[in-house]
Every structure is written in structure tokens, then in C-alpha cells.
């Protein structure tokens, strides 16, 4: 266990302030945080291996869907118009599922910002995801946060040049391949990963790549917190999605304050001392360049990398954790009121304990149940119905379909026997990776039969026609009704097709014309 004065202090200041802003347009101050350990350096460590894996891998992923259709388990083919996602196939005109499932993603955003705070910003946000990647190779080529600052500090050697060359090397190989790994969603990935090394493959493949890696590099090596703090608009949104109750990362004054590195002399003269002690841990791991102990502030993106740095530090004091925690604001509020005793006077840490040193049952403390409440539930509950809306619409979804479109010049032909034609055009879709024999069929339309143009298919009520997987099928067809069964000048009929192996079927109310005179 370490006294106070033992405890490294880090010469870091935070170059984000709440205090003192910095002009609009001032030149970017370089930060070189620390390197932290903890539960959630451990999370993020997770979080970033998760995401970066799935987004790497999920194009050379296979599902075999037959003979007919792609390999590829997630294929956004736009040239043929098609999204895969491993058993499901997206038409055009299914468009509305990637749209709900993308207000599923808004109102998920809604939901966590109510409870976490900007949890999705500190660990799955792209951004956050590459920085952390651009970082890992920083710290692996330059080293800590020490031996960078010295390195930028230094004059330009050969050796400063070669580090420097190999760390910007690698982050253009990284931003290279997430271009590549972008553009593998929307082809097959070996047939497309071999045309770009043979200088095959399309111009827009290469474009993408270039784009992407010059993005890539820009923001996650260059930019990094300019691009939270400048350019994503999220951080001034959430403030509206926030409330008392939600869990935010924050720096417990009322058990820190007054901070001090001389605890011991300060007890001696009688003054109140808090348990911080001004170590700025918190301020040299924290990637966005801030000092929690400000308060709450729009660059904060809650990676909570300031928690672990305190809750070492606090460990190596023999003190409680959570000096710095996710905390709701009405804890806080709560817990201030009793270090102030009622906001007559300054923070005094002897009101929030007892003799002993343990913290006073009075201490407000976090549990999960504060999260859940009814704003939590209404998010859920929107969340869920559109979740289930759409999973009842794919599930019940008619994967043959059917359109008929009537000729518009003429409306009707008069025979030279005198019974009336109609012409149609008739559009069959089959939207599975299977060949199909669809019996198309007519109802209603007393006396009446078809026939379809260009075909040796004998006139009747019925008849069958192959249909390629996953095409439509457009056929031209007459329907002649005899003069003396003609009951009104327009009268509805039904076209029904159906699939007979797997009793698929679909209908299609049509009219058939007439002249006046012909009833």
C-alpha cells in the first residue's frame, strides 16, 4: 500500500478543457494517451476484436443456397439487384426491411444513449474501433505514452524517420484493407480479391479502395478526436436523450474533493482532504485529450479508460474503487447534497463516511433496476415491435408474386366471329434460387380462355410455364370471351398462379373490356 506522495504524477494536461476552449479553428494539439488496464480496457480489447473480425470476415463467409444462387453468406449484389444475408434474399421492392431494420438501429441508439450514455460511441462506434487499431500499432512501433511524447519532441533522426515511415506504413496497409473488406460485400470475394491483383476488376473497386483507405488513414491516425469532437454530430444530440437516471462516466467530487498529494499534513492542520490526489491518471489514458474531473463534457465518448487508471491508482492507495464510475446524475446529486450537507458549504469528505472510514449507509450507489424505467420500456417496446413486425412479414412473405398489367391502346379487339379479346401482360416473379413449373389459371369470366402469344400452348383456362430461379417471367396473353357471354362492359376476372410443389399461389384481380353494343 503507497502513501499519497508515492503515487506517480503524470505531467499530462488536458488539452480539451471545459475550462478554457480552445479557438474554433486552433491548431490541433497532439494527445498521446497512456495505455490503460482494467476491466474495461479488457471489454474494449474484446469489443475491437469482435467487430474488427466481423467486419474482415463476414464477405469469405459461404451458404449454400443450390446450384442457382451465390455462395457468398452476405452479398449485396447490386448489379443484379439482390441482397443475401445468409437464408434471406432481399428484392428491390423488399427494400423496406433494410429500412426498418435501420430505424431498429436509430431507435437501438435511442435506447442505449437513455441508459449507458454514449456507450455505443466509447466501444462499437468505427471510429473509436480504429483508433484503438491505429493506437496498438503506434504504442507497438513508437512505444508508450513517454517514449512518444520524447520521440515528437526530438529532432528528426534516422531512426525517428524509419519509426515514423513504418507506423504510417502499416496504418495505409489497415486503411487499405478495410477498403478491401468493404468492397467484398458487394461481389464474391475470392473471384473479386483475384481480379484486384491481376488489375482485372472494375474501376470503381479501385476507386472504393483508395477512398476508404485515404478516409481510414485520415480519420483513425491523423484526425482521431477531431473527428468526435468536429465533425459527428452525436455528441451534441445525446445531451436531448439523456436524464437523471442515466449511466454516465463521472468523477465523484464529493469523495474526491479537496484533492491533494499531501494528505497526511493536511489531516495534521486539520484540513478536510478528499481521495484524489491530483495524480492525473485519468487525464493521460483518456483518448479524447479531456480531465473527467471537469464534469461532463461533448468529447467525453464514456470508454470509461479513466475508471481503470483510478481504480489502479485507488488500489494502490488501499482505497475504495470508484472515484471515477458510471454513475447516474441523481446518485450524484444525491450524494453532493450529503457531502455538502445540503449545499450550505463546501465538499467535506467526513460527512460521507463514518468514524470508522466506511463509506455512510446514506451513500447513494448504483443498481441495475435504476436503468430500467418507463422511458427505458417505451424504447424497448418501440424496438421490439418493429423488430417483430418485420420478422412477421419475413416469415410470411410470398416468394412467388404475381402482376398483370391490361393493354392500354386498344382496350379490346371485336373478332371476326364477334366475341371480344383483351390483352395482357403477365408478369410472373420467382423470388427463390429454384426453377419452378407455375400453372397459371383464370377464374371468373363465364366462357372465356387464354392464350399466350408466342407459344404452342393450346387455348383453355390453364396452362403451365417454366420460370427461371430468381427472374421474372413475362408473358403476352389474350383472353377471348365469346359475345353472347358477355354480361356488362366491364367485368372482373382472377389470374391465379401456382406452384404446385410447394403450393405457393398468388391471385390477381383484372378487368376485361367490352364494347357497349356487344350485350
Known amino acids: 500500500m503507497l502513501d499519497n506522495t508515492q503515487v506517480e504524477r503524470l505531467e499530462a494536461e488536458a488539452v480539451n478543457s471545459a475550462k478554457t476552449r480552445q479557438p474554433l479553428y486552433a491548431a490541433r494539439k497532439k494527445i498521446f494517451p497512456k495505455r490503460a488496464a482494467g476491466k474495461f480496457r479488457r471489454f474494449k480489447w474484446l469489443v475491437m476484436a469482435i467487430t474488427l473480425g466481423i467486419y474482415y470476415l463476414t464477405p469469405w463467409l459461404r451458404w449454400d443456397r443450390g446450384p442457382f444462387a451465390p455462395v457468398q453468406a452476405v452479398l449485396l449484389d447490386v448489379a443484379n439487384r439482390r441482397f443475401y444475408l445468409f437464408f434471406i434474399e432481399i428484392w428491390p421492392q423488399e427494400f423496406f426491411y433494410v429500412a426498418g431494420l435501420l430505424v431498429m438501429a436509430g431507435v437501438g441508439l435511442f435506447l442505449i444513449t437513455s441508459t449507458v450514455g454514449r456507450a455505443w460511441c466509447g466501444y462499437t462506434c468505427p471510429q473509436t474501433v480504429w483508433v484503438d487499431l491505429f493506437l496498438v500499432v503506434e504504442r507497438a512501433i513508437e512505444g508508450d505514452r513517454n517514449a512518444r511524447m520524447k520521440l515528437d519532441a526530438g529532432p528528426w533522426t534516422a531512426r525517428k524517420l524509419m519509426l515514423r515511415v513504418s507506423k504510417h506504413v502499416i496504418w495505409l496497409v489497415i486503411g487499405a484493407a478495410t477498403g478491401g473488406a468493404w468492397i467484398f460485400y458487394f461481389a464474391d470475394a475470392p473471384t473479386l480479391l483475384g481480379e484486384l491483383f491481376t488489375g482485372t476488376a472494375a474501376p470503381v473497386a479501385y476507386i472504393t479502395v483508395a477512398v476508404l483507405t485515404a478516409t481510414t488513414y485520415t480519420f483513425g491516425g491523423l484526425m482521431r478526436e477531431q473527428v468526435c469532437t468536429y465533425m459527428c454530430p452525436w455528441p451534441r444530440i445525446q445531451a436531448a436523450m439523456l436524464d437523471e437516471n442515466s449511466l454516465t462516466v463521472t468523477y465523484n467530487d464529493w469523495r474526491g474533493e479537496p484533492r491533494s498529494r499531501h494528505a497526511k499534513k493536511m489531516l495534521a492542520a486539520g484540513q478536510p482532504v478528499g481521495d ?104 424497448m417496446g418501440f424496438w421490439s415491435l418493429i423488430g417483430l413486425g418485420l420478422l412477421y412479414s419475413l416469415l410470411t412473405r410470398d416468394r412467388l408474386e404475381l402482376n398483370v398489367l391490361h393493354d392500354r391502346n386498344p382496350q379490346f379487339v371485336t373478332l371476326s366471329d364477334g366475341s371480344i379479346r383483351n390483352g395482357y401482360t403477365v408478369k410472373l416473379l420467382n423470388m427463390i434460387p429454384e426453377p419452378r413449373t407455375i400453372v397459371v389459371s383464370m377464374r371468373g369470366l363465364e366462357g372465356a380462355d387464354m392464350t399466350v402469344v408466342g407459344d404452342d400452348i393450346p387455348a383453355g383456362r390453364s396452362f403451365a410455364v417454366p420460370v427461371e430461379p430468381d427472374r421474372l417471367k413475362m408473358l403476352k396473353v389474350f383472353v377471348r370471351q365469346p359475345a353472347d357471354q358477355i354480361r356488362a362492359p366491364a367485368q372482373t376476372f382472377t389470374f391465379r398462379v401456382e406452384d404446385k410443389a410447394s403450393l405457393e399461389s398468388n391471385e390477381y384481380t383484372a378487368t376485361f373490356n367490352a364494347p357497349e353494343a356487344a350485350r
Open 276 to 379: 484524489c490526489v491530483d495524480c492525473n491518471a485519468c487525464v493521460a489514458v483518456c483518448p479524447m485529450g479531456i480531465d473527467i474531473r471537469d464534469g461532463q463534457q461533448l468529447e467525453c465518448i464514456t470508454c470509461a479508460l479513466c475508471i481503470d487508471a483510478c481504480d489502479g491508482v485507488m488500489d494502490k492507495l488501499g482505497k475504495e474503487r470508484g472515484l471515477i464510475a458510471y454513475a447516474t446524475l441523481s446518485d450524484y446529486n444525491a450524494n453532493m447534497m450529503l457531502a455538502t450537507a445540503g449545499g450550505s458549504g463546501p465538499v467535506s469528505p467526513p460527512l460521507v463516511r463514518t468514524a470508522g472510514g466506511a463509506f455512510s449507509d446514506q451513500v447513494a450507489h448504483f443498481h441495475v433496476r435504476k436503468i430500467f424505467r418507463p422511458r427505458t420500456y417505451v424504447y
